[in-house]
């Protein structure tokens, strides 16, 4: 029997008056550095925490059932799909695209790994896939992911609207230079306030969720010191510093509003389950 190994419930409450209150239930599910791990996991790994999970199939399949009982369900992904496996060397990413297009992604954004075969190879792949490619801190202007990749999307579900807007990081260090050429990294705390302005203010969403690749708590471009300096997103969907999260994370912006972090190691050995219980 396949299962999630992960199940977390949140409760996002909007503070807008009416006369009866309105509930809708949001399934998230959240996958992250994935690297590549096509088939299952060794089950003779040290860390017997993830021996023998993970593998695309299970994946494939435990999404299916879970759209089966939640139609409306949103699926994200926090980027580094790409390196970790011979599929990934010989094949270069195709494989992994054409998996993620069987389960359907509402929006994936960009790791660090996805340039390990440079921009061309990155272009390529972003053609072949299925769902939008989200990225809003970097300007991508004058090469050839400039038309591939969105800086933000909307997406409904029965009255709600969501906005999504991605974070990635600085490359320098990451990558090699050849690999990011004409790629400026927008600064995240700045480049995240003004996307979420646009969502709430312009595009006029319900919720505001970030697919982020910055890491839990790296440096001064992480999660928790860029969400510190915004406000108005509802939801961080983590990667990049392979955290397992069993429980969410919290990180105060900058009213201090608790946002959770949700974040599911490496490998999708476990995948994050939310359950969003909005009120308008």
Known sequence: MKRLHLIIFIA??????????KQKQLVVLHTNDTHSTIMPLNPNLENQDIAGRAGFLRRINM??????????LLLFDSG??????????????????????????????????????????????????????????????????EDLVKPYITLRRGDVKIGVFALAPKLKGLVFDGNCEGITFLDPAETAQKY??????????????????????????????????????????????????PVLEYTPDKKGKQIPVDQNGKHAA???KLVLNLEK
Request: glycine letters at 10%.
């Open 12 to 21: 996002l409450l909007s503070g807008v008056t009416a006369v009866a209150k």
């Open 63 to 72: 999404i299916k059932e879970e759209r089966k009982q939640n139609p409306d």
């Open 196 to 245: 979420i302005d646009i969502l709430r203010k312009q595009e006029k969403c319900d919720l505001v969720i970030c697919v982020s690749h910055l890491g839990w708590s790296t440096d001064k471009y992480s999660d928790q010191q860029v969400f510190s300096q915004v406000e108005g997103c509802d939801l961080v969907l983590g990667g990049h510093t392979h955290t397992y999260m």
């Open 80 to 145: 580094d799909f790409s390196q970790g496996s011979g599929y990934y060397t010989l094949f270069k990413g195709e494989v992994e695209i054409g998996l993620m297009n069987e389960m359907g992604y509402d929006a994936v954004t960009i790791g660090n790994h996805e340039f390990d075969f440079g921009m061309d190879n990155m272009a390529k792949l972003f053609r072949m896939a299925k769902f939008p490619i989200v990225c809003s801190n970097y300007d991508c202007k004058g090469t050839v992911l």
């Open 270 to 272: 476990f995948v994050g």
